[in-house]
C-alpha cells in the first residue's frame, strides 16, 4: 500500500547541519501527496575565506554526504535531492558524472537530483544561454561557479558574489540584499539569472524579480524541487514561486 501522506511521491532530501532554509523552502513547494524526509550532512560552521578553509568545509561535506543519504534512504523514498551546491561545482565539469554515480550508488540506485543537472535542464526549458549568476561565496567559491558554467557551453555575462564567509551564515542573507544583487547583475544582454547554494533562502525573491524583469530567474531550491517533481512523474503547476513551478 502507498504511504498514506506521500502516496505520490516521497521525496528523501539531505543538505547541510548548518543550512535552515532548504527545508523550509521545499517543504512549500510540495504538491498535494508529495512529501519531504530530510537528512543531514553533519559539518561544523567552518570559515571558508580562502582555500584552505573552502576545501575544509568541502572535505567535510564529502565525509557526511553518503552517511546522510543512508539515512534517509531507510524511510523508503522514491528519489533523493543532494541539495548542497559546492560539491556540484568543485572539481568542474568532468568529475561530475563520477560525483552523481556515487550519490545514486549511496541511495541504492535511486534517482538523484543535483544543481548541475537540474540548472541545465531549467535553461534548456527556458532555451537561454547567456546567464549571471549569484552565489553566496567569495572569490574562492565563485571562480569554481564560473568556471563550472564557462565549461557547460553558457556564456557567463557577469557573476555576483555575496561574500558568506561561513555555511551557516549564508541563511542570513536578506532578500533586500538578493534584490540588490539581481539589480546589479542584470542587463539586457542576459537571457536568464541563475542563484547557486541551497542555504539562500530566494525563492520568494526571484518569483518575484521574474515578474518585473520578464526574464527567468532561477533559484537553488526551486530548481532542484522542480527537477526531481518532473523526473519522477509529478507535473502540477505550482504557481508562486516563479515560471519552472507554473509552466514547465
Not at 28 to 53: F, K, Q, S, W, Y
Given at each position: 500500500?502507498?504511504?498514506?501522506?506521500?502516496?505520490?511521491?516521497?521525496?528523501?532530501?539531505?543538505?547541510?547541519?548548518?543550512?535552515?532554509?532548504?527545508?523550509?523552502?521545499?517543504?512549500?513547494?510540495?504538491?498535494?501527496?508529495?512529501?519531504?524526509?530530510?537528512?543531514?550532512?553533519?559539518?561544523?560552521?567552518?570559515?571558508?575565506?580562502?582555500?584552505?578553509?573552502?576545501?575544509?568545509?568541502?572535505?567535510?561535506?564529502?565525509?557526511?554526504?553518503?552517511?546522510?543519504?543512508?539515512?534517509?534512504?531507510?524511510?523508503?523514498?522514491?528519489?533523493?535531492?543532494?541539495?548542497?551546491?559546492?560539491?556540484?561545482?568543485?572539481?568542474?565539469?568532468?568529475?561530475?558524472?563520477?560525483?552523481?554515480?556515487?550519490?545514486?550508488?549511496?541511495?541504492?540506485?535511486?534517482?538523484?537530483?543535483?544543481?548541475?543537472?537540474?540548472?541545465?535542464?531549467?535553461?534548456?526549458?527556458?532555451d537561454a544561454r547567456r546567464i549571471a549568476v549569484i552565489t553566496p561565496y567569495l572569490p574562492v567559491g565563485d571562480d569554481s561557479v564560473s568556471r563550472f558554467f564557462a565549461d557547460s557551453g553558457y556564456d557567463l555575462l557577469n557573476l555576483h558574489g555575496l561574500g558568506v564567509p561561513s555555511p551557516a551564515r549564508i541563511s542570513h542573507v536578506s532578500e533586500a540584499e538578493l534584490r540588490d544583487a539581481v539589480k546589479e547583475i542584470d542587463s539586457a544582454d542576459v537571457e536568464a539569472i541563475v542563484q547557486v547554494g541551497t542555504n539562500v533562502a530566494m525563492a520568494r525573491v526571484a518569483a518575484a524579480a521574474e515578474f518585473w524583469l520578464g526574464k527567468p530567474v532561477i533559484s537553488n531550491n526551486v530548481v532542484l524541487y522542480w527537477h526531481a517533481l518532473r523526473r519522477n512523474g509529478v507535473t502540477d503547476r505550482v504557481r508562486g514561486f516563479g515560471s519552472l513551478l507554473a509552466e514547465h
Open positions: 500500500m502507498p504511504d498514506s501522506l506521500g502516496p505520490r511521491l516521497k521525496v528523501g532530501v539531505v543538505v547541510p547541519s548548518t543550512n535552515t532554509s532548504a527545508q523550509p523552502e521545499l517543504d512549500a513547494l510540495r504538491p498535494d501527496g508529495v512529501t519531504n524526509h530530510t537528512g543531514r550532512m553533519v559539518i561544523d560552521d567552518d570559515p571558508m575565506v580562502d582555500e584552505p578553509g573552502f576545501d575544509h568545509v568541502m572535505h567535510s561535506i564529502r565525509l557526511s554526504t553518503h552517511p546522510a543519504i543512508r539515512s534517509v534512504t531507510g524511510c523508503g523514498p522514491d528519489c533523493v535531492i543532494v541539495g548542497v551546491s559546492p560539491e556540484s561545482y568543485w572539481e568542474g565539469t568532468d568529475s561530475h558524472g563520477r560525483v552523481l554515480d556515487s550519490m545514486r550508488a549511496a541511495a541504492g540506485g535511486l534517482p538523484v537530483t543535483m544543481s548541475p543537472d537540474a540548472i541545465n535542464a531549467a535553461l534548456a526549458a527556458h
